[in-house]
């Protein structure tokens, strides 16, 4: 068990390009979770996949997002039409599919939009 | 809907005495309440979860956490800080009445830890 990943770290986009972002869950979690963190708020709600169905999202999550998880597995996170306000920590998550299972986050992605 | 207020965003406190982080909450339902742990550039780590078991919940690296009904309260203890625990602490709720159990978080509060 190595974790959550997320790849990348960081990114520096200019404002009006395409990101994507990466996450690979713990292997054995059906559940996987997105959140966004900006600067001095704790994290909010984005998007969340059980296995590979997308089962609720957020209405902080615009049309200019999209999040896959097409296995089941890894799952990505791509932002079109990148805007200032976009600027934040994504984080992804996953977990067992118990209420009250622990969800383990990953060290997330820092977005930075110019 | 369930949400978390979070009293005070800083918190300083000298090694070696007691730390006391304050977390309310409001929820419909039986709450399950977790704090997390998040240092810099980093993701969020669990300290502790209540789960409707005992009310007094203890955590990793020496923390504990009281479940208080009637106070909507779960407030984080320690009760001798060490430099390492300098960090940002987060309060959150599960809702677990759709369809996950996604998380509302408080907006966090960073201790610092003075010599």
């Known amino acids: 068990d190595t974790g959550v990943s997320q790849d990348p770290r960081h990114k520096i986009t200019k404002r009006g390009q395409n990101v994507t972002f990466r996450c690979d869950p713990i292997?054995?979690?059906?559940?996987l979770y997105w959140y966004r963190q900006t600067l001095g708020q704790g994290p909010e709600f984005l998007t969340y996949f059980q296995n590979e169905a997308q089962l609720e999202k957020s209405r902080l999550l615009s049309d200019r997002f999209s999040a896959e998880r097409p296995k089941g597995s890894f799952s990505t996170l791509e932002i079109q039409r990148t805007e200032q306000g976009d600027s934040a920590m994504y984080l992804c998550?996953?977990?067992?599919?118990?209420?009250?299972?622990?969800?383990?986050f990953g060290p997330g992605t820092r977005l930075t939009v110019l | 809907a369930q949400s978390v207020t979070q009293l005070g965003s800083h918190v300083s406190v000298s090694e070696g005495a007691l730390v006391l982080l304050r977390c309310n909450y409001s929820s419909s339902v039986p709450p399950y309440l977790f704090w997390y742990v998040q240092y810099p550039n980093q993701g969020l780590q669990l300290l502790l979860k209540?789960?409707?078991?005992?009310?007094l919940v203890k955590g990793i690296n020496g923390f504990e956490a009281e479940f208080k009904k009637s106070e909507t309260s779960f407030h984080l203890t320690k009760p001798s800080a060490h430099m390492s625990d300098a960090a940002e602490y987060f309060c959150?709720?599960?809702?677990?009445?759709?369809?996950?159990?996604?998380?509302?978080f408080g907006t966090g509060t960073r201790l610092q830890v003075m010599l």
């Open positions: 292997s054995e979690h059906n559940r």
């Open positions: 959150a709720v599960s809702d677990y009445t759709g369809t996950a159990s996604k998380l509302t």
């Open positions: 209540y789960t409707s078991a005992a009310t």
């Open positions: 998550a996953s977990s067992g599919a118990g209420l009250t299972d622990t969800q383990y």
